[in-house]
């Protein structure tokens, strides 16, 4: 069911990580709940996404996602114009890609560094759980650094939406006190935009 955009603010989060890491298939399974995994992968440049989100008023939140081109060890430096104005970010790394989830640390200095809003809530995602067996990042190493940078950790799959809604809605809880948990609604891409409620 098509519903306008609500009036008033636009929270916008930006989605950073390690190239290959499944920055764009998370947000796309999460969004049409519809992602084929075997479709080849082409390298985002960058994209937007947006969302109306219910919150537990009765009301109705405007969130942008921001996906980024993917980053590599040489250049992790999140572009400034995002910087300035985000109100949120997610970070993503691979459980089977020990590079992508070191690169986290110079991605959470950079946000930090230069942020110019004091208080932005950060999640960090660790994708592709359904590789277990190819697993290279630990659990307990992840949650430690989590935990010391002050940040939410999930470990999901884009292959899985379910295990994107807890994360997404936290995010958006943070941003826009108090927190909506009554549903999460199909998302919009590229300003159109559409709501429909889900059982969790």
Same mark, same amino acid.
């Given at each position: 069911?098509?519903?306008?955009?609500?009036?008033?603010?636009?929270?916008?989060?930006?989605?950073?990580?390690?190239?290959?890491?499944?920055?764009?298939?998370?947000?796309?399974?999460?969004?049409?709940?519809?992602?084929?995994?075997?479709?080849?992968?082409?390298?985002?440049?960058?994209?937007?996404?947006?969302?109306?989100?219910?919150?537990?008023?009765?009301?109705?939140?405007?969130?942008?996602?921001?996906?980024?081109?993917?980053?590599?060890?040489?250049?992790?430096?999140?572009?400034?114009?995002?910087?300035?104005?985000?109100?949120?970010?997610?970070?993503?790394?691979?459980?089977?890609?020990?590079?992508?989830?070191?690169?986290?640390?110079?991605?959470?200095?950079?946000?930090?560094?230069?942020?110019?809003?004091?208080?932005?809530?950060?999640?960090?995602?660790?994708?592709?759980?359904?590789?277990?067996?190819? *697993?290279?990042?630990?659990?307990?190493?992840?949650?430690?650094?989590?935990?010391?940078?002050?940040?939410?950790?999930?470990?999901?799959?884009?292959?899985?939406?379910?295990?994107?809604?807890?994360?997404?809605?936290?995010?958006?809880?943070?941003?826009?006190?108090?927190?909506?948990?009554?549903?999460?609604?199909?998302?919009? *891409?590229?300003?159109?935009?559409?709501?429909?409620?889900?059982?969790?």
């Amino acid at each position: 069911m098509l519903r306008s955009v609500p009036p008033g603010k636009t929270s916008k989060v930006i989605v950073c990580g390690y190239e290959g890491c499944g920055k764009t298939s998370i947000i796309e399974q999460l969004i049409y709940g519809n992602l084929h995994l075997e479709k080849p992968i082409h390298p985002t440049i960058e994209d937007v996404y947006c969302a109306i989100i219910d919150n537990d008023r009765g009301g109705k939140e405007k969130i942008c996602f921001y996906d980024t081109a993917g980053m590599k060890p040489s250049h992790c430096e999140v572009p400034r114009a995002y910087l300035t104005a985000a109100d949120g970010f997610v970070l993503v790394y691979a459980i089977n890609n020990k590079e992508s989830f070191k690169l986290l640390d110079q991605i959470k200095k950079d946000i930090v560094r230069n942020k110019e809003k004091k208080d932005v809530p950060i999640i960090v995602l660790g994708n592709k759980v359904d590789k277990q067996k190819d *697993r290279q990042v630990e659990v307990d190493k992840a949650k430690n650094w989590a935990l010391r940078e002050k940040v939410k950790l999930y470990e999901v799959s884009a292959a899985e939406r379910r295990s994107l809604l807890d994360p997404f809605i936290f995010l958006t809880s943070k941003m826009n006190p108090p927190p909506g948990k009554s549903g999460f609604p199909q998302l919009g *891409r590229k300003g159109r935009s559409s709501s429909v409620t889900m059982e969790l």
